[in-house]
T-cell receptor, first 110, second 115 residues
Framework: NAGVTQTPKFQVLKTGQSMTLQCAQD?????MSWYRQDPGMGLRLIHY???????DQGEVPNGYNVSRSTTEDFPLRLLSAAPSQTSVYFC?????????FGPGTRLTVT | GENVEQHPSTLSVQEGDSAVIKCTYS??????FPWYKQELGKRPQLIID???NVGEKKDQRIAVTLNKTAKHFSLHITETQPEDSAVYFC???WGGGTSYGKLTFGQGTILTVHP
């Protein structure tokens, strides 16, 4: 099993550009989530899904969209990138309380 | 929502000493409290967790204690080794119940173990 995979590993965007961060898991986990990690602030929940077709907002959802059309995939879309979205993004999956994180995407918005 | 405060932000110990990291949470409905270890440039990895119906849990050199009345929980690492050096995060589950995967994290503690 590959576990949780994320692409790309690194990305540089200009302000106003849009992009999609990809996340996939092959563990048949129902629950998937996106977190962002900023220095001194821990990890903060952006969006969350309890299964295909069902998503919900986390602590910091503004500027991000998600959809969950399959159990395996949970992409995160940045609609119009802003410098405040410079961060490391982690996708995670779970079948219960324990989270399994992907390797992360380091995003820089200039 | 849930709020988690973690202290200290940095902790430096000598090899063989013990290390203790403390977290407080605000939502009395929270019922799951994990601890994650993150090495530089890597993903966070679960090292131990505790549920609200348990006061203490141990796994070799690592232990976690929970005080529900005071709403705080702590990570204890004994006989520290240089490879324990990392950033440690505590977390609490949002809203209790079956809200799987929804965690609020503390700010992190940078632990350095000197040989």
């Amino acid at each position: 099993n590959a576990g949780v995979t994320q692409t790309p590993k690194f990305q540089v965007l200009k302000t106003g550009q849009s992009m999609t961060l990809q996340c996939a898991q092959d563990m048949n986990h129902e629950y998937m989530s996106w977190y962002r990690q900023d220095p001194g602030m821990g990890l903060r929940l952006i969006h969350y899904s309890v299964g295909a077709g069902i998503t919900d907002q986390g602590e910091v959802p503004n500027g991000y969209n998600v959809s969950r059309s399959t159990t395996e995939d949970f992409p995160l879309r940045l609609l119009s990138a802003a410098p405040s979205q410079t961060s490391v993004y982690f996708c995670a999956s779970s079948y219960s309380d324990s989270l399994y994180f992907g390797p992360g995407t380091r995003l820089t918005v200039t | 929502g849930e709020n988690v405060e973690q202290h200290p932000s940095t902790l430096s110990v000598q090899e063989g000493d013990s290390a203790v990291i403390k977290c407080t949470y605000s939502d009395s409905a929270s019922n799951y409290f994990p601890w994650y270890k993150q090495e530089l440039g890597k993903r966070p990895q679960l090292i131990i967790d505790i549920r609200s119906n348990v006061g203490e849990k141990k796994d070799q050199r690592i232990a976690v204690t929970l005080n529900k009345t005071a709403k705080h929980f702590s990570l204890h690492i004994t006989e520290t080794q240089p490879e324990d050096s990392a950033v440690y995060f505590c977390a609490a589950k949002w809203g209790g119940g079956t809200s799987y995967g929804k965690l609020t994290f503390g700010q992190g503690t940078i632990l350095t173990v000197h040989p």
